[in-house]
């Protein structure tokens, strides 16, 4: 009985020992060689690695260059409030010169909205009829092109037109048709339209 027993022990002792020894080879390999080294990253044919690491490297130059694009639309804190009231947030937009303005700092005239400054300029002027764009809810596009020329024409060229719209619902095809009519100061007509068309 007492020589199991001892005989039980040293077995265990025994596989004690190579546990032991294992678990040392295994930590020791571990040490020398971490599993990142071990295992390289896979990499293509041409030994470059197949994604770029994003959070480290710069995005594509068009990517960065559509970024910044996006930066500039993006509307400053500023441009949200009327410019004469630092506190009130700008609920019209001038049909001129397309800021917000506050209720008090804006005038409805015809179907439009001019602010303080811009209304002595639709007045003292006849305004001339430049070109009309079509434009209907699955085709949106010549409208945004239209006013993004509109702004141009403003802000670079001091050209000011106004941009009047008329809705027609189509009952048969079910769609809401818009008539975009651009209108410039009669003398500065010819160079508008040059512009525009
Ligand atoms: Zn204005
Ligand atoms: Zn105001």
């Known amino acids: 009985m007492e020589k199991t027993a001892i005989i039980l022990i040293a077995i265990t002792l025994f596989f004690l020992v190579i546990i032991v020894g294992l678990l040392t080879v295994l930590v020791y390999r571990l040490i020398k060689n971490p599993p990142s080294a071990t295992s390289p990253a896979p990499t293509s044919s041409d030994g470059?690695?197949?994604h770029p690491d994003i959070s480290r490297t710069e995005f594509h130059p068009g990517i960065m260059e559509r970024l910044k694009d996006l930066e500039s639309i993006k509307p400053s804190r500023s441009?949200?409030?009327c410019p004469n009231h630092r506190d009130?947030?700008?609920?019209?937009?001038?049909?001129?010169?397309?800021?917000?303005f506050c209720k008090?700092?804006?005038?409805?005239?015809k179907t439009m909205h001019f602010c303080k400054e811009h209304m002595p300029l639709v007045m003292r002027h006849d305004w001339e009829e430049i070109v009309?764009?079509?434009?209907?809810?699955?085709n949106p596009e010549e409208g945004v092109e239209l006013f993004e020329k509109k702004?141009?024409?403003?802000?670079?060229?001091?050209?000011?037109?106004?941009?009047?719209?008329h809705?027609?619902?189509?009952?048969?095809?079910?769609?809401?048709?818009t008539y975009l009519v651009v209108f410039?100061?009669?003398?500065?007509?010819?160079?508008v339209r040059s512009y525009l068309l």
């Open 48 to 50: 470059s690695a197949p």
């Open 79 to 81: 441009e949200l409030f």
């Open 88 to 100: 009130e947030p700008g609920e019209v937009t001038c049909g001129i010169c397309d800021k917000l």
């Open 104 to 109: 008090v700092c804006i005038k409805p005239f």
């Open 132 to 138: 009309t764009v079509k434009t209907s809810t699955q």
């Open 151 to 165: 702004k141009i024409l403003f802000s670079e060229k001091n050209l000011p037109t106004y941009v009047e719209t």
């Open 167 to 177: 809705y027609k619902i189509n009952i048969d095809q079910d769609y809401i048709e």
């Open 184 to 191: 410039a100061i009669k003398e500065e007509a010819e160079a």
